[in-house]
């Protein structure tokens, strides 16, 4: 049972949880725990949080990530920014949706992180921002 919030009874997991909570509540469990399996899906890991608790978040996988193998799911540059390898998935087609599935190399991330950012990734100050993120979280070069 857990409580997602202060004051509030605690509650079977899967009653109690959002999915990104439920996402959350297993990084949380998979540290504690000393093994755990070779590769590890957090879809939208980042639900309902914000920059701090996503830079935490980010550095969580992180370092999950050193000694497994990790995919995330997420719409936060804070959690994006830590990852090894950025990959951009795009939908196309009318009647039958064709999803494609490339790798960024750091230009194309700083340009993706700036749009996760302000939804302008020409932005020259969410560029900045971009590469300040990469640079912090110790990935890629930050290019511009």
Do not use: C, W, Y
């Not at 899967?14 to 998979?30: D, F, W």
């Not at 949080?49 to 995330?72: D, K």
């Not at 950025?86 to 490339?102: M, N, P």
Request: negative net charge; proline residues 4%.
């Amino acid at each position: 049972a857990m409580s997602t919030n202060p004051g509030m009874a605690p509650a079977p997991i899967a009653k109690a949880a959002s999915g990104g909570e439920l996402s959350r509540a297993m990084l949380a469990l998979h540290q504690v725990l000393s093994s755990g399996a070779p590769t590890m899906v957090f879809d939208e890991v980042d639900a309902g949080i914000g920059g701090t608790a996503a830079t935490a978040v980010g550095r969580a996988l992180a370092r999950v990530a050193s000694s497994r193998q990790v995919l995330v799911v997420t719409h936060l540059p804070q959690v994006a920014a830590h990852a090894d390898a950025q990959f951009s998935v795009e939908k196309s087609g009318e009647d039958l949706a064709v999803s494609t599935i490339r790798t960024l190399d750091d230009d194309e991330r700083v340009i993706e992180l700036s749009r996760m950012l302000s939804g302008s990734p020409d932005s020259d100050a969410a560029r900045a921002h971009a590469a300040e993120l990469l640079s912090s979280a110790g990935r890629g070069s930050g290019a511009q």
